[in-house]
């Protein structure tokens, strides 16, 4: 099993940063990929943003590209997104995912096999 857990959400105003952090423990050497989601009230949940364990590569939503970060640290287990440039519009729960099988596709979360919790990022106009 692993587990995640996300920190960091709050709120910000907007043209602010935040940096939100996911946690793994468990089987986390073994992921394949771990990525952010986020889902605001009467909406569907999104894809952010998505890195590749063991070689780094990442992919964004095109929306979201050159606003946000998503990094990775291998002695913390830990995933991280740097939001800057924050919008109104992205506010919403963050959710870390991670998927052990490599043969996924990394933009649609029912691909995924383990969730955070989530964590709410609200920004103010």
């Known amino acids: 099993q692993v587990q995640l857990v996300e920190s960091g959400g709050g709120l910000v105003q907007a043209g602010g940063s935040l940096r939100l952090s996911c946690a793994a ?3 986390s050497f073994s992921m394949y990929a771990m990525a ?3 889902q605001a009230p009467g909406k569907a949940r999104e894809f952010v943003a998505v890195i590749r364990w063991s070689i780094g590569s990442t992919d964004y939503a095109d929306s979201l ?3 946000f970060t998503i990094s ?5 287990n830990t995933v991280y997104l740097q939001m800057n440039g924050l919008k109104p519009e992205d506010t919403a729960v963050y959710y870390c995912a991670a998927v052990a099988r490599s043969r996924v596709n990394v933009r ?3 691909q995924y096999e383990y969730w955070g919790q989530g964590t709410q990022v609200t920004v103010s106009s």
């Open 36 to 38: 952010w989601f986020r």
């Open 72 to 76: 990775r640290d291998h002695a913390k």
């Open 65 to 67: 590209k050159g606003r």
């Open 108 to 110: 649609k979360p029912e």
């Open 25 to 27: 423990s468990g089987r």
